[in-house]
């Protein structure tokens, strides 16, 4: 008797250079999906954990990036993590839905059993292998993986009403007015090849209504609607909720949305707790670092340098003597000069911070990076910025080989 291996597949949807405007100045100079975040590129860890679901056959982005921006990354990625990457051009935009309808066949190639969905900017464990699971045993098409947040910042997301016996989907509501449920979207799916099905026959509903699915659903309807444009949330989700299509897996564990460039340190801080647990050995150890740190080994910091907790230094970096960095990313070939201060800030590549200077951003771990008005979050330099000796930066964005002078507070300096 012989038995037939099940595949699995995995689909990144990455979007492309026109939706990385809020990463700006960071994403001037690297897309944002490859800005790296606890020492590897941001869907370097969506592509870690589908390459440890058993049977993966391929993983495929989605996007409208040009392929030779992504090229060297898929091949380095595909080689390290001994797994088949592949990247589709979308050329115009499809939507999170439309994409995946329009390369269905390509997705569907070799017949895999089940397809992973995921959103590129978020952070999470990706606990793929339970979702798997726990798809197959309530044996409906779509399954939505969904964490519980405060109630104050869950309109800030795609809403999920579950059947608590069942785990059905009964309600989804995208960023609501009033408050619905505290259960969101986390952006990470599994799909049944059948899924496909219910997308398609969605996008026949819309070309013979000529508007989004139907009036019961103000929420997503829209003017001047292209019927190959679909959105995964509000048009599929949205009118399939409390049908039977769609289960909610209860995800407990750490997650957060990559909306900006200042969230990577909140995401590297989730990360690297993470690490700790499950891979200490990339963790730097040492008498003048606290908690947890990663520090590529072609850096030079002094030993008089206290690193920590939640740093990550990358490649040719120099720490002088004395320097403190706390809750920071430092990139490539930057310098940090004797007894200079970095506190909840990112140090665009081959930037330079004089001596005792301090460069410092506000914390901010809720969705809401303005307040009164005010940007309040990271400090953030973009790539070749400098920063004169013994001056104050502080809650500011700093754009590419700025010099600075004197002191900032909550501008940005272009």
């Given amino acids: 008797m012989t038995t037939t291996t099940t595949t699995t597949k995995a689909i990144i949807l990455v979007?492309?250079?026109?939706?990385?405007?809020?990463?700006?100045?960071?994403?001037?100079?690297?897309?944002?999906?490859?800005?790296?975040?606890?020492?590897?590129?941001?869907?370097?860890?969506?592509?870690?954990?589908c390459s440890k679901v058993e049977n993966m056959k391929e993983i495929i982005l989605i996007g409208f990036f040009q392929e030779s921006v992504l090229s060297k990354f898929i091949s380095?990625?595909?080689?390290?993590?001994?797994?088949?990457?592949?990247?589709?051009?979308?050329?115009?935009?499809?939507?999170?839905?439309?994409?995946?309808?329009?390369?269905?066949?390509?997705?569907?190639?070799?017949?895999?059993?089940?397809?992973?969905?995921?959103?590129?900017?978020?952070?999470?464990?990706?606990?793929?292998?339970?979702?798997?699971?726990?798809?197959?045993?309530?044996?409906?098409?779509c399954t939505i993986m969904g964490t519980e947040i405060e109630s104050a910042y869950?309109?800030?997301?795609?809403?999920?009403?579950?059947?608590?016996?069942?785990?059905?989907?009964?309600?989804?509501?995208?960023?609501?007015?009033?408050?619905?449920?505290n259960l969101i979207n986390c952006g990470v799916y599994c799909f049944s090849p059948q899924f496909f099905d219910v997308i398609g026959k969605t996008m026949i509903d819309l070309k013979t209504s000529?508007?989004?699915?139907?009036?019961?659903?103000?929420?997503?309807?829209?003017?001047?609607?292209?019927?190959?444009?679909?959105?995964?949330?509000?048009?599929?989700?949205?009118?399939?909720?409390?049908?039977?299509f769609i289960s909610v897996y209860p995800y407990v564990g750490f997650w957060r949305q990559i909306k900006n460039a200042g969230s990577s340190v909140y995401c590297q801080e989730l990360y690297l707790n993470h690490f700790a647990k499950t891979k200490p050995e990339i963790l730097k150890k040492g008498n003048n670092i606290i908690g947890n740190v990663i520090i590529d080994s072609t850096a030079s910091v002094d030993p008089s340098a206290i690193i920590g907790p939640d740093v990550y230094i990358g490649p040719n970096v120099k720490i002088g003597k004395g320097v403190r960095v706390i809750h920071s990313i430092i990139l490539d070939q930057t310098e940090i000069k004797d007894h200079a201060c970095i506190i909840y800030s990112?140090?665009?590549?081959?930037?330079?911070?004089?001596?005792?200077?301090?460069?410092?951003?506000?914390?901010?771990?809720?969705?809401?990076?303005?307040?009164?008005?005010?940007?309040?979050?990271?400090?953030?330099?973009?790539?070749?910025?400098?920063a004169n000796?013994?001056?104050?930066?502080?809650?500011?964005?700093?754009?590419p080989h700025k010099q600075l002078d004197r002191n900032y507070n909550n501008e940005i300096i272009l």
């Fill in 15 to 49: 979007g492309g250079p026109s939706k990385g405007t809020r990463f700006r100045p960071l994403s001037l100079d690297v897309p944002k999906l490859l800005f790296p975040i606890a020492g590897k590129p941001m869907i370097y860890h969506h592509i870690e954990a």
């Fill in 76 to 141: 380095e990625t595909s080689k390290q993590l001994n797994v088949a990457i592949r990247y589709i051009n979308e050329e115009k935009v499809l939507g999170t839905a439309g994409g995946l309808y329009h390369f269905r066949d390509i997705i569907l190639e070799g017949s895999p059993s089940e397809i992973f969905v995921l959103h590129s900017d978020i952070c999470c464990a990706f606990p793929l292998n339970d979702l798997l699971q726990f798809h197959k045993q309530h044996g409906r098409p």
């Fill in 154 to 181: 869950a309109n800030q997301y795609g809403c999920l009403v579950r059947d608590e016996k069942t785990a059905e989907l009964l309600h989804y509501a995208e960023k609501p007015e009033t408050f619905v449920s």
């Fill in 210 to 244: 000529g508007q989004n699915i139907t009036t019961d659903y103000p929420e997503i309807t829209r003017k001047g609607f292209d019927v190959e444009r679909l959105r995964l949330e509000q048009d599929i989700f949205v009118p399939l909720a409390g049908t039977g």
């Fill in 346 to 386: 990112i140090i665009g590549w081959q930037s330079l911070i004089g001596v005792w200077a301090r460069i410092e951003g506000i914390p901010n771990y809720t969705p809401f990076l303005y307040s009164q008005d005010k940007r309040r979050g990271v400090t953030i330099f973009g790539a070749g910025a400098q």
């Fill in 389 to 399: 000796g013994e001056i104050i930066v502080s809650n500011c964005i700093v754009m």
